[in-house]
C-alpha cells in the first residue's frame, strides 16, 4: 500500500523535472529513483529521508500516511 502511494507522490514532487536530473541533485543512482517511481524497489529510510528534505515535506507525505 505504501509504495504505490510513495511512487504516486514521487511522480507527483518530480513533476516536470527529468529523474536523473532530480537523482542526481539528490545523490542517488538514477537507476534507483526510477525503481521507486515504478514500485519495482522498496526505499530505505536513508533515501527516504533525502528525498523529504530535497522536496521538502513530511515523510508522512512522501509515503501516503496524510495528505500534503
Known amino acids: 500500500m505504501y509504495t504505490i502511494k510513495f511512487a504516486e507522490n ?5 513533476g516536470e523535472r527529468s529523474v536523473s536530473s532530480v537523482a542526481k541533485e539528490i545523490g542517488i543512482p538514477q537507476q534507483t529513483l526510477y525503481r521507486y517511481l515504478h514500485c519495482q524497489r522498496e526505499i530505505g529510510l536513508e533515501n527516504l529521508c ?3 528534505d530535497y522536496f521538502d ?4 507525505y ?3 500516511r496524510r495528505e500534503f
Do not use: R
Not at 57 to 60: A, C, E, P, Q, S
Open 10 to 14: 514521487l511522480k507527483y514532487l518530480i
Open 50 to 52: 533525502k528525498l523529504a
Open 57 to 60: 515535506v513530511d515523510l508522512d
Open 62 to 64: 512522501l509515503v501516503g
